[in-house]
């Protein structure tokens, strides 16, 4: 499918030449481009037989799909796209144990789901495409991911080479991209991203100029314990991650996305972190949660700052 069908209210001469600039990474090899582009090619020829989503391991194709060699194969490329972040999957019967166990995520957001059934629906930081192949289960139009990494661009384009959903793409587009598709989703998920944003409240108005009136946005945070509408603004690192800016207390980011537009604004789920959803796997061996957290005191980030939570809110435009 192409962007400009689905899209009307795009604004095409700027997202066309935002693309091309992007792809003109791969003459240059640019952020690993050939490198992943590479991976992807040496098993762009295979299909998988079947595909279910609708449980909490995305399952793509079987093992008797391939023959030997092309299971070895399939197993390198896998592996040579490594660290895997959301997951699980089972791909031709190779089980991904990736960092997140992300069925817990999205196990908590379904009873809050609207009906997804022939809606356009954006992903944003959307990774290996993982919650996208979960909604695919229910026959969405279009749903459009969100991702600027070279690396998680390819991790999924190879996951949908094998699966061959046609109503699934990725774009190297970022949260700062939304304006390019006023009015355009039904429904827009951002989980994991407002707090590694430098500002979260012109975040939050992109993702309010993106959705169409009466649209649905569900987001997700990492947030501080406390009851004040306040923020932490860490000096260098939160958990050790330098790429974290403002983390709210619940209260602050619902102040933040009633102050920005959003309607019947509601916190649907509050619950602390813990290394039993974010660990490191043999398919992510690099730190995980257990690392960013004081082992004398799990109340706090070795920074001293107090353990995240995660928050989770669904709002209408």
């Known amino acids: 499918m192409k962007l400009l069908d689905i899209f009307p209210n795009t604004r095409t001469d700027q997202l066309q030449r935002i693309l091309s600039d992007k792809f003109a990474w791969i003459n240059q090899d640019k952020k690993g481009f050939l490198r992943y582009r590479a991976l992807l090619q040496q098993v762009a020829h295979l299909r998988a037989s079947s595909c ?68 356009v629906i954006a992903d944003i930081g959307c990774n290996n495409g993982y919650y996208m192949f979960r909604m695919a289960s229910h026959r969405p139009a279009y749903i459009l991911g969100f991702e600027p990494y070279v690396h998680h661009y390819y991790a999924f384009h190879t996951l949908n080479t094998f699966a061959h959903q046609e109503n699934l793409g990725v774009e190297l587009l970022g949260i700062d991209h939304l304006p390019l598709f006023p009015e355009s989703f039904d429904v827009i998920f951002c989980l994991g991203i407002l707090y590694h944003r430098p500002s979260p409240i012109e975040a939050l108005r992109d993702l309010h100029v993106a959705l169409k009136p009466n649209g649905t946005l569900f987001i997700e945070s990492q947030a501080i314990p406390g009851r004040e509408p306040v923020a932490l603004f860490p000096e260098t690192t939160y958990a050790k991650v330098p790429g974290t800016w403002f983390v709210p207390t619940a209260s602050c980011l619902h102040n933040w996305l009633t102050r920005t537009g959003f309607n019947k604004v509601r916190l649907f789920h509050d619950h602390a972190m813990s290394s039993a959803e974010q660990r490191r796997t043999s398919w992510m061996t690099f730190e995980s949660y257990e690392d960013f957290i004081d082992n004398k005191n799990p109340a706090l980030t070795v920074e001293g700052f107090p353990a995240p939570r995660r928050v989770f809110f669904k709002a209408v435009k």
Do not use: Y
């Not at 023959?67 to 959301?86: A, C, G, I, N, Y």
């Not at 089980?95 to 166990?101: P, S, T």
């Open 52 to 119: 279910d989503f609708s449980a909490d391991m995305v399952c793509i194709g079987t093992a008797t799909d391939l023959s030997l060699d092309e299971q070895q194969t399939v197993h390198q490329v896998l592996r040579s796209l490594m660290p895997w972040r959301k997951g699980p999957f089972s791909v031709f019967g190779i089980e991904i144990d990736a960092e997140w166990r992300s069925e817990r995520k999205w196990n908590r957001i379904i009873p809050e789901l609207p009906d997804l059934t022939d809606k």
